[in-house]
């Protein structure tokens, strides 16, 4: 559980969660109502090994001066199971796709806020590619698409 903390300067991804080889993993992890301030690259990151990555909540975190980028993407062969992105606040206008998801069964993306502006970089706010059991809805990207599924899962 990582809860009401106040985070900024950090000079890579805010919370990173990238095992380093397949016996390292996390499960069970909770990142609620921080307050996040200005730093470098993703908000989220789940890359990594081909290690268990599952049940993870990103739930009422505040934003400022930062982005709500995050990536999730296992290495091809491998997926990701359970995460959640529910209720985060961003007050920074970015103009580029916010989610980019890959390879995560059971995903859900609901009540996030992220002012879009400029001429827009991505094709939508949420970008999911092969998974299944995904559940987009409630958001708000400043007229933005929501969500496009590119490549869903053949297997779902």
Do not use: W
Request: proline residues 4%; hydrophobic residues 35%.
């Amino acid at each position: 559980l990582i809860e009401d903390n106040d985070i900024s300067e950090v000079r890579r991804s805010t919370f990173d969660i990238e095992p380093t080889t397949p016996d390292y993993g996390a499960t069970h992890v909770t990142i609620r109502d921080n307050t996040i301030g200005a730093g470098r690259l993703n908000f989220f990151s789940s890359g990594g090994a081909a290690a268990v990555v599952s049940d993870i909540t990103v739930s009422g975190n505040q934003l400022h001066g930062k982005t709500m980028q995050i990536f999730v993407g296992p290495p091809e062969g491998s997926r990701r199971s359970d995460f959640r992105f529910v209720d985060n606040v961003s007050d920074r206008t970015t103009n580029q796709t916010t989610f980019s998801i890959s390879r995560v069964d059971g995903l859900t993306v609901t009540g996030n806020v992220q002012p879009m502006g400029g001429k827009l970089q991505g094709e939508a706010a949420v970008r999911v590619r092969d998974s299944c059991d995904v559940v987009v809805e409630g958001n708000d990207f400043s007229g933005m698409p929501e969500f496009l599924n590119i490549t869903p899962d053949a297997d779902c």
